[in-house]
Nanobody, 134 residues
């Protein structure tokens, strides 16, 4: 069972908006909030890449250049949820979006280190598909 669950994916036209939501698959899986969480995506024919990340304690954020000014990562610690607001979507944003955390139950998988942000994640959701048409 994936420890995290994404929702909010879908299909929109270019210029439209979507909001992705990430929550623990079960409240029992996370007794403490992970220190670092992020959103990643896998575009068609490409390797998984980082989109945005946040340190849940300080609120410090990181964005990849291609989404700066369009995407916003945020959190609701009381609800233990993570959000990605995506505005002005482009066809090249089409792909599968994953939520990930630096901590979780069991062993880490598909470890990904965000360069320049000092966050390494290894606990993933199953992904949410985003399709942007031109």
């Amino acid at each position: 069972q994936a420890p995290l669950v994404e929702s909010g994916g879908g299909s929109v036209e270019a210029g439209g908006s979507l909001r992705l939501v990430c929550a623990p698959a079960s409240t029992s899986l996370y007794t403490n909030r992970p220190a670092c969480m992020g959103w990643f995506r896998q575009l068609p024919g490409k390797e998984r890449e980082e989109v945005a990340a946040i340190y849940t304690g300080s609120g410090q954020t990181h964005y990849t250049d291609s989404v700066k000014g369009r995407f916003t990562i945020s959190q609701d610690n009381a609800k233990r949820t993570l959000y990605l607001q995506m505005n002005n979507l482009k066809p090249e944003d089409t792909g599968v979006y994953y939520c990930a955390a630096n901590d979780g139950p069991g062993g880490a998988q598909n470890i990904y280190h965000i360069q320049g942000f000092g966050c390494t994640v290894g606990y993933w959701g199953q992904g949410a598909r985003v399709t942007v048409s031109s």
